[in-house]
């Protein structure tokens, strides 16, 4: 079995600014981590490999420090690292990343067959969760995605039966492989890297490929060229002034609670009644 595990190096949400004047984000100074929902679809991953037998292979698109990004999933147990980086891949969206890494993927598979593809739902900088379908389409690869849990893999059926997260509840789907999967977060709990391990990934050679090694010729289809979103404007949620009100109430009962509850809400937007009569009517 041979499974790539897409990644992405982001800024940590956590401490991005946006710039006041500008109206862009403001990454210098912004530490940068692994895409935590990438990390869910690697430790799948590794769960299959612990089971099956095979290799991992992490794949990742971004500048030359995006490097620290793959030495962490080779310390998790990751076989291999492959980071395309070329400045021609500057200011892509979604659809020229899905293309670039798909590119990737095929020249990862001329070297060994590709069974498996795990990407994240998304990513937390981006939040669109439309590179792992785009790459998909483009591989000609099932498509399984909001994944929680991984059921079965029968590598001589060639299948894998998955749980899927639904409105209203679970789908139970059976498909065939090759396939790409995105995983949902907090489906499983990633391990521990051992102190060898780190040892070893801090040494491990990185395979940087260029556009040309990663078998892309179309420059239109990359970078700002192959991208067609256009990001107007960024901006910060503008902070509450208003403070949440503790409501204290005398009641015997659970219905008396909530009847108070209602009426204080009511109260405070009296045309809420009047719009949920006429929904409901």
Not at 42 to 63: F, N, Q, S, V, Y
Not at 66 to 74: G, M, N, S
Not at 215 to 235: A, E, H, R, Y
Request: glycine share 6%.
């Amino acid at each position: 079995m041979h499974i790539v595990v897409c990644i992405k190096q982001v800024p940590d949400s956590a401490q991005i600014r946006v710039h006041p004047v500008t109206n862009t984000i403001m990454r210098q100074g912004v530490p940068a981590i692994v895409n935590p929902y990438d990390l869910f679809s690697l430790e799948e991953a590794l769960r299959l490999k612990d089971r099956h037998g095979g290799r991992i292979t992490a794949l990742c698109m971004g500048p030359p420090q995006a490097e620290d990004a793959l030495r962490k999933c080779i310390s998790f147990g990751a076989d291999d690292a492959v980071l395309i980086t070329d400045r021609a891949f500057a200011g892509a969206d979604t659809l020229a990343t899905s293309y670039a890494l798909a590119a990737a993927i095929q020249q990862i598979t001329t070297q060994q067959t590709v069974d498996i593809v795990f990407t994240g739902k998304q990513t937390i900088d981006g939040d669109t969760a439309q590179v792992g379908p785009g790459i998909a389409r483009r591989l000609g690869f099932q498509l399984l995605t909001y994944v929680s849990k991984v059921v079965e893999t029968d590598l001589d059926a060639r299948s894998i039966v998955v749980e899927r997260r639904a409105e209203g509840g679970v789908q139970v789907l059976q498909t065939a492989l090759p396939c790409l999967v995105t995983m949902l977060e907090n489906t499983n709990e990633l391990r521990f890297a051992t102190l060898p391990a780190m040892i070893h990934a801090a040494a491990f050679p990185i395979r940087k490929w260029n556009r040309e090694q990663a078998g892309i010729t179309d420059l239109n289809k990359i970078g700002l060229k192959g991208s067609p979103t256009v990001v107007s404007k960024v901006f910060g949620a503008t902070p509450r002034d208003e403070k949440a009100e503790i409501l204290e109430v005398d009641a015997s009962s659970l219905h008396d609670v909530s009847c108070k509850l209602m009426q204080k809400i009511l109260t405070r937007h009296p045309t809420l009644e009047t719009d949920l009569l006429k929904t409901f009517s």
